[in-house]
Every structure is written in C-alpha cells, then in structure tokens.
C-alpha cells in the first residue's frame, strides 16, 4: 500500500469534527479548565487485532520511508480507540541530538536497543574548546532527526502536523556533553565554566528548536515529553529535565531555573517533564517564567503533593508509569484509572492523562480499557 492509500484511510478514521472535539477538550486544560464532558486521555503503545503493538519503533537503522509508514500505519489502527489523540507525525529521538550537534559521537550498546554519545570534554576547562554547534553537521544524528522531518513534511504534502522532539534540557545536555562525574564535581569547583557550558547548550536547544519549526512550516505539535501529547501552538513548548530527581533544590536554582527561564521567555512559555520522584523540586521549577504546565508519573512523584505545591496555577499531564518510587506501588491500568480520575473530580484539577497500555494486551482487552476509561473520565 502506497502513502497516498494510508493518507485516504486516515482522513476517513479521523474526521475533523472528532479531532475537533478533542481538541477543545485539551484547550480547557490549557487554560486551566476541565471540560464539561469528560477529562482528556490518550492510550500509549496500543495493540492491533492480533496483539502487536503499533507503536514502538527504534529510531536506529531504519529509513526515512519505513518510519514514515510505521507513522502512518499506527494512525490508521489507533482510530479505533476513543481516547483524545491528535493525529501527528513523529520522526523519532536520540540521546544524541544536541551533542552531536557539536560533533559527539553515538554510541550503540546492548544489540542496538541503546543509543547514547561519547563526551566529548572531560574537565570543566575544555568548555572553551568545544566545536561551534550545528545542525547540519555531518554525520550527526540531529541532522538526521531534522532530515526524517524534511522527508515526513514534503510526502504528507502538509496534512499532518509534525512532533517537535525531545531535545532535553541544558543539564541533561552538558552532562552528556562533558564526562558524567566530571560534570557534577565541575558545578562546585568550576561554576564560571558550567554556566558557560549551560549557555552554549541552551543556545543549541533554541536553534534546534527553531529548525524544527522551519521545516515544519509552523504546522507543529509543541509538545515533546510524550510524542502522543497535544498543546496548541503559541502556548510555549514543553521541555524534559530528566536530572531533577537527582539534583538538589540549589542546583536547580543556579543551573536549571536561568536557562529554563530564558527558553520559557524565547518561547512564551514552558511545560516541564521529568521522569522519576522531582517533588522536591517543584518549588524552584514553580518559579519558571510563564510556566504553562507540568508532567510526571503518578507512580513516581506524589500527585497530592504536586498539587499542595503548583494548585490550579499550571495544567497537569499525569500519566502511570512501568516503575515505582517507594512509597509509591504500580497498581493495574484499572486501577490507576478510577484513582486518578478520582482524584481530579474531587480536586478539580485541569489534568489531561496518558494511560500506558499494559504490554501483552490483546486489542479486545484494550478497547475494553478503553470504555472503562471513559466511564470514569466522563463527568
């Protein structure tokens, strides 16, 4: 089946009225507002009819055409689930990206399922030697990340919006960038240095960022912590700062919160993601200028808490998790379903969930979920 046939059977699986719906669900919660019919959800990692799941694609060794056409094929299966997925393009993600850009190199371990780059410094000092940054450097993976966006926009002929990718934050970047252990010593010895690191890097992130809305030609989906998320466009981005569980409140305030600030303003705003427990950072991510939302797992980080800290001053993303922080325990995808949409009724809290489909599930025992989950989402 050509691309042209997969695009005729997405127009008819996904009519504009029922994006549109969805869509002004997800607005609500923007604007900190539940809807008056039902809180958002979207499925993670859904199964077809023979209990395959449609959306889980590594990045590496495929081309252009069999990523786009795994886009296109998962998009034609989920239509079937009643959830508030907004049709969209992905063109993948490496912990590469940024480094690259500088001319770090990827490193492929564990049989091809894990993608990461050698440092490329090793002392605070060799900041100053390091390469300018650039999106179209050769051989790097964030030209090929911009490449497959190239592709996917010039064959969908414009129909479908395009995912901006997860490029994390300036920390994450410069302790990939820079020696691990020599990093976090460098921003007590040498903090002159990792400032400078943390602004070449937030400078990298902007005209990454900004390539992708090129190439996009403005149609772009903000969001980039989960590729199945929907923000609208003019409401900021949202950026991943998966370091927050492991740093102190004080290294947040020094080396997260300026950078974070002066993406946020670039931008006009900000939506925050870390994976793992980050509550006790919440109070300095708070101060984020034109903070729009926040993101985080439920089994991770205590959404009581979030909400003592944040109220109804941000909109949440919750979504469960395939591990646990003590206290915290995984529960079933039922439970976790009436418990958070419980406790969004009794907080009034403008949430959108992301459920993660439990893998091994059959599509009948999905769509099943499914109606579960707008049983107890509809109000």
């Known amino acids: 089946m050509g691309f042209d046939s997969m695009i005729e ?12 719906r969805s869509k002004k669900r997800l607005l609500k919660v923007w604007k900190k507002k539940l809807p008056g019919d039902r809180i958002p959800f979207v499925f993670e ?20 055409d069999v990523n786009l056409y795994f886009n296109l094929c998962q998009l034609e299966k989920r239509a079937v689930f009643e959830d508030d997925y907004i049709p969209s393009l992905y063109p993948g993600y490496r912990q590469s990206m940024i480094p690259s850009g500088f001319g770090a190199e990827e490193a492929i371990k564990a049989n091809a399922t894990q993608y990461w780059c050698e440092p490329l410094i090793k002392k605070p000092e060799d900041v100053y030697k390091l390469k300018e940054f650039s999106v179209n450097r ?14 996917f926009r010039k064959m969908m002929k414009g129909m479908l919006p395009l995912h901006l990718v997860d490029s ?8 990939t960038i820079m020696d691990t252990n020599a990093y976090f010593t460098g921003l007590y010895t040498n903090p002159g240095e990792m400032h400078e690191l943390h602004r070449i890097c937030n400078n990298a ?26 923000i609208p466009k003019g409401e900021g981005i ?4 998966d370091l927050l569980a492991m740093v102190s409140p004080g290294n947040v305030e020094e080396f997260v919160l300026p950078y974070l600030n002066e993406i946020s303003e670039y931008y006009n705003g900000m939506i925050v993601h870390s994976c793992g427990r980050w509550q006790q950072n919440m109070g300095v991510i708070k101060k984020t200028a034109k903070l729009r939302g926040i993101d985080f ?46 406790f969004i009724k009794e907080k009034n809290i403008p949430a959108q ?9 059959n599509l009948k025992q999905a769509l099943e979920l499914n109606r579960l989950a707008l049983k107890h989402f509809s109000f």
């Open 45 to 64: 990692r859904i199964p077809d009819e023979n209990g395959v799941n449609v959306e889980i694609l590594e990045a590496f060794g495929y081309s252009m």
């Open 238 to 241: 949202s950026l991943s700062i």
């Open 205 to 230: 992130i902007k005209k990454f960022v900004d390539a992708q809305i090129e190439i996009s030609e403005g149609d772009y989906v903000p969001m980039n912590t989960f590729w199945f998320g929907w």
């Open 297 to 342: 797992g439920v089994t991770e980080t205590d959404p009581n808490g979030a909400f003592g800290i944040f109220g109804n001053s941000v909109a949440y993303n919750f979504h469960n998790s395939y591990v646990a922080v003590p206290p915290f325990k995984l529960k079933s995808q039922e439970e976790y379903i009436k418990e958070i949409a419980g």
């Open 138 to 151: 050769k051989y790097s993976t964030v030209r090929l990340l911009l490449e497959n966006m190239k592709y």
């Open 168 to 175: 994390q934050d300036s920390m994450a970047n410069a302790s």
């Open 353 to 361: 969930v992301q459920i993660f489909m439990p893998p091994g599930y």
């Open 9 to 20: 059977n997405i127009k008819k699986a996904w009519p504009e009225e029922r994006v549109d």
